[in-house]
């Protein structure tokens, strides 16, 4: 909600019956920036992984203040 309300438009694959890699790579063929994946094991840790589509390096970021965390990481001059 905190990054649309940002003007960032959110694609939630809520698909199932479908791997995760499945759907990471949807993500790419249609050009999502940035990727951030809640899972279970992460949520326990308070944290959320983020990808830049244009990188191969994931970071986890605490779940407290990832949407800010993500507008930066999508910011024009973040890369």
Same mark, same amino acid.
């Given at each position: ?9 959110? #694609? ?5 019956g #479908?791997?995760a ?5 949807? =993500?790419?063929?249609i050009g999502?920036p940035?990727r951030?994946?809640f899972?279970q094991?992460n ?6 992984e =983020?990808? #830049?589509?244009t990188?191969?390096a994931?970071?986890? *970021?605490? *779940? ?9 990481m999508?910011a024009?001059? =973040?890369?």
């Open positions: 909600e905190a990054l649309t309300r940002a003007g960032h438009e959110v #694609l939630y694959d809520d698909r199932t #479908l791997s890699g499945v759907k990471f790579n949807d =993500a790419d063929l999502c940035l951030l994946t899972s094991r949520l326990k840790q308070s944290r959320v =983020a990808k #830049l589509r990188s191969d994931r970071e986890m *970021i605490p *779940i407290d203040g990832a949407a800010n965390d993500a507008r930066q999508l024009p001059d =973040a890369s």
